[in-house]
């Protein structure tokens, strides 16, 4: 397992499988169409790509590369969000037709494609936060060039 692509995998797995399952559970509670409460969505992706890169990191000690990290923090948080987002699409589909129009009221009634919107921006908004996430901390991880 010292190949970017596996670690990413099995931590992009992680991430999803937290990320739906933090969901159900705030189904189970009806907290579902609560905005504020999808900041822990937020926490888990930083926590999910930092280890991955962290584990990765020890994984190849003094190979290990800036782009090495950035390619494994990039596939982890990529993965992570296309699985949330399918999830996220059979859920507001098949599973809630309800849900869109409950949480974004007459927003998108005039065209007819709140639920497409909705995963649309879940998917940018995953992308967007962990290419920023591993910008972020490839700054940690790097190895440093300056003088001692």
Do not use: C
């Amino acid at each position: 397992m010292k190949t970017s692509i596996s670690v990413s995998l099995k931590f992009g797995l992680l991430i999803a499988f937290i990320l739906i399952a933090y969901f159900l559970l705030l189904r189970i509670f009806n907290l579902h169409q609560n905005p504020l409460l999808r900041l822990f969505n937020g926490i888990v992706m930083a926590g999910g790509i930092y280890y991955a890169i962290k584990y990765f990191k020890n994984l190849l000690s003094d190979e290990f590369t800036y782009i090495d990290g950035f390619k494994t923090g990039l596939i982890t948080g990529f993965i992570a969000t296309l699985i949330f987002t399918v999830f996220m699409a059979i859920y507001m589909f098949h599973l809630d037709p309800k849900f869109t129009e409950r949480l974004l009221g007459d927003w998108f009634s005039n065209y007819n494609n709140g639920a497409g919107m909705l995963v649309f921006i879940i998917l940018i908004e995953g992308l967007a936060s962990a290419v920023v996430l591993t910008l972020a901390f490839m700054q940690l991880f790097k190895k440093s060039r300056n003088i001692s």
